[in-house]
T-cell receptor, first 112, second 114 residues
Framework: SQKIEQNSEALNIQEGKTATLTCNYT??????LQWYRQDPGRGPVFLLL?????KEKRKERLKVTFDTTLKQSLFHITASQPADSATYLC???????????FGIGTKLQVIP | DAGVIQSPRHEVTEMGQEVTLRCKPI?????LFWYRQTMMRGLELLIY????????DSGMPEDRFSAKMPNASFSTLKIQPSEPRDSAVYFC????????????FGPGTRLLVL
């Protein structure tokens, strides 16, 4: 069955360092992959989308890579700040009318 | 724009009661999604609509759940009768024409069934 795996344990990182979050998937051929941020008590907020034919995408301090051979996406936050502390969700879809499936998320804590 | 609006924000009810959750999508968006989020299972898609028509309801747990979208600016998710295992946060999200991938989420309704 289709499966999306994100680090279930929280990731603690020192302010100023680069945070790297992982999203692995199995039994899936996604047309695109997305990363969302979720703060406690709020709905997820879209951050970045990367398509199957793209290797890397950047937005300000954020960078996403997508390796369809390894079936993995890496999400990087450079020069991390305490305000980056949140849960980050990856989401995949096969495109068309296929639904978007979310991973369970990784909680990031940036320590001042 | 005010974003996706959901009501109520919190709902506490007793087992067996009917629960109705409401959603107003962002104006101009033609896709509407209902999700349920729990610690154990994460964010699960229940149903989604395109132009008020249900496209995929395969995530609706059972017949106790129903969803409607009578017009482009309003949708409801109903649980009847409610059970304690329905306790979760329910999110509504919408997306714009041609941009189905990017979803804009509401603040959620936290439901507790006693």
């Amino acid at each position: 069955s289709q499966k999306i795996e994100q680090n279930s344990e929280a990731l603690n990182i020192q302010e100023g360092k680069t945070a790297t979050l992982t999203c692995n998937y199995t039994n899936y051929s996604p047309a695109y992959l997305q990363w969302y941020r979720q703060d406690p008590g709020r709905g997820p907020v879209f951050l970045l989308l990367i398509r199957e034919n793209e290797k890397e995408k950047r937005k300000e301090r954020l960078k996403v890579t997508f390796d369809t051979t390894l079936k993995q996406s890496l999400f990087h936050i450079t020069a991390s700040q305490p305000a980056d502390s949140a849960t980050y969700l990856c989401a995949l879809s096969s495109g068309g009318y296929q639904k978007v499936t979310f991973g369970i998320g990784t909680k990031l804590q940036v320590i001042p | 724009d005010a974003g996706v609006i959901q009501s109520p924000r919190h709902e506490v009810t007793e087992m067996g009661q009917e629960v109705t959750l409401r959603c107003k999508p962002i104006s101009g968006h033609d896709y509407l999604f209902w999700y349920r989020q729990t610690m154990m299972r994460g964010l699960e898609l229940l149903i989604y609509f395109n132009n008020n028509v249900p496209i995929d309801d395969s995530g609706m747990p059972e017949d106790r759940f129903s969803a409607k979208m009578p017009n482009a600016s309003f949708s409801t998710l109903k649980i009847q009768p409610s059970e304690p295992r329905d306790s979760a946060v329910y999110f509504c999200a919408s997306s714009y024409p041609g941009g189905r991938e990017t979803q804009y989420f509401g603040p959620g309704t936290r439901l507790l069934v006693l």
